[in-house]
T-cell receptor
Framework: KNEVEQSPQNLTAQEGEFITINCSYS?????LHWLQQHPGGGIVSLFM???GKKKHGRLIATINIQEKHSSLHITASHPRDSAVYIC????????????FGTGTRLQVFP | GAVVSQHPSWVICKSGTSVKIECRSL??????MFWYRQFPKQSLMLMAT?????????EQGVEKDKFLINHASLTLSTLTVTSAHPEDSSFYIC?????????????FGDGTRLSIL
């Protein structure tokens, strides 16, 4: 069993739809990261959070430490949101080391 | 925001040659840099962590003589794949973080797609 699991693996949506990507982890963490990987491979850090909720534009990330679960929401999705979204956790005993989920491939159609 | 530049973005070379990949932080001092490898449809795997002026710390299973990492300055780290073979073909991506607490976001380069013929 992977230490960080994401669901779904693949997701397609129509433009404008509300999207949720889930991440569960089984290790002790100091923080959880949501990353966006574009088709060319480049990675952008979207959020780093250790509790509660963060919002940036149409993106919202939440984390429940007790349940070891995080969600990434995209409101009013757009084709330019199409990318792979990766959940990663910083370990509590080695905060530099990131453990990555396998990613969720999102395609938003116009 | 913090920018990390990785070069080259793609390289094709013959088996047996050595390939150097550069990772530069353009607008901050990268005290720690990370090198990852990603195979198709798989998640990123950490290869090594390097601190400026120190030897890199390699993850289990990563050959340090095969993947040479140099972090000689606060803005540049290099990964050299020595005597590359087709099985080394992969997507390599670096990230960097600045000074201060280790628990802060890493800033990623755009990656290097390496193909060994």
């Amino acid at each position: 069993k992977n230490e960080v699991e994401q669901s779904p693996q693949n997701l397609t949506a129509q433009e404008g739809e509300f999207i949720t990507i889930n991440c569960s982890y089984s290790v002790g963490i100091s923080a959880l990261h949501w990353l966006q990987q574009h088709p060319g491979g480049g990675i952008v850090s979207l959020f780093m959070l250790s509790s509660g909720k963060k919002k940036h534009g149409r993106l919202i990330a939440t984390i429940n430490i007790q349940e070891k679960h995080s969600s990434l929401h995209i409101t009013a999705s757009h084709p330019r949101d199409s990318a792979v979204y990766i959940c990663a956790v910083s370990l509590d005993y080695n905060t530099d080391k990131l453990i990555f989920g396998t990613g969720t491939r999102l395609q938003v159609f116009p | 925001g913090a920018v990390v530049s990785q070069h080259p973005s793609w390289v094709i070379c013959k088996s047996g040659t050595s390939v150097k990949i550069e990772c530069r932080s353009l607008d901050f001092q990268a005290t720690t840099m990370f090198w990852y490898r990603q195979f198709p449809k798989q998640s990123l795997m950490l290869m090594a962590t390097s601190n400026e002026g120190s030897k890199a710390t390699y993850e289990q299973g990563v050959e340090k003589d095969k993947f040479l990492i140099n972090h000689a300055s606060l803005t540049l780290s290099t990964l050299t794949v020595t005597s590359a073979h087709p099985e080394d073909s992969s997507f390599y991506i670096c990230s960097a973080r600045g000074p201060g607490p280790s628990n802060q976001p890493q800033h990623f380069g755009d990656g290097t797609r390496l193909s060994i013929l």
